[in-house]
């Protein structure tokens, strides 16, 4: 599997808002997620940006919503002890 189709795919999952460490999340959403992570590819290829920067915006963009989501959404005590997956 290319690295770059996973990497899209969990940028569109923690878009979809599906926290990376557990939790609840809907198909409506990471369809949401999926449609604008789509336009926002298609659009940085429609305007010749080349993919180092397309990838380095992607990068941007998880990074933001993985810092968003551990704010909105903190780990308690059963989510710790459980451990990481």
Known sequence: MNSTLLYDIIL???????????GKGGI???IGGAL??????????IIDIPNIYQ????ATIL???IIVDSL?????EQTAQQGDI
Do not use: C, E, H, Q
């Open 72 to 76: 909105l959404n903190p780990r308690d």
């Open 12 to 22: 569109v999952v923690v878009i979809g808002g599906i926290g990376l460490s557990g």
């Open 55 to 58: 990838n380095l915006f992607k």
């Open 63 to 65: 990074l933001i919503a």
């Open 36 to 45: 604008l992570i789509g336009i926002m590819l298609n659009a940085m290829t």
């Open 28 to 30: 409506r959403n990471v």
